[in-house]
């Protein structure tokens, strides 16, 4: 898995390098990053819902 993330972040730099503007929009990666965070949250307060303060 991890040579295909690197053939792809190669693939990537190189369009990059071709083109002035950013391959990937910067709104869409913030946008996938705050996904992921509110996935992860949500999976972290309902996993820790039914437990007692300790």
């Known amino acids: 898995m991890l040579s295909a993330l ?7 730099s190189v369009a990059a390098g071709e083109h002035g503007e950013p391959v990937v929009h910067p709104y869409a ?3 996938i ?3 992921l965070l509110v996935v992860l949250l949500v999976a972290v307060v309902s ?3 039914g437990r007692e303060h300790s």
């Open 29 to 31: 990666v913030g946008g």
């Open 33 to 35: 990053a705050l996904g």
């Open 6 to 12: 690197t053939v792809l972040a190669a693939a990537l």
């Open 47 to 49: 996993f820790g819902g």
